[in-house]
């Protein structure tokens, strides 16, 4: 594991111009994990709200 904290997401929400929710975020492997709430066992992994891939990341962002 290479980084775990705590961020600020921007949600879409046409109502209101900002609207952030926190986020728990891990980097591990070569694998960015989305959480709602920090993982404690290692079944929590399993169920990440969203996986990104790195590579698919970078790709995104060197577009």
């Keep these: ?14 109502l209101q111009d900002r609207v952030y929710s926190p986020t728990f975020l891990a980097l591990r492997g070569s694998c960015l994990y989305k959480f709602l709430a920090p993982p404690v066992t290692t079944w929590d992994w399993t169920r990440a ?5 790195i590579y ?8």
Excluded at 49 to 53: L, M, Q, R
Excluded at 56 to 63: A, G, Q, R, T, V
């Design 49 to 53: 709200e969203k996986t990104f891939s």
């Design 1 to 14: 594991i290479v980084y775990m904290g705590w961020c600020e997401a921007r949600e879409q929400d046409p």
């Design 56 to 63: 698919e990341i970078m790709c995104k962002i060197l577009k």
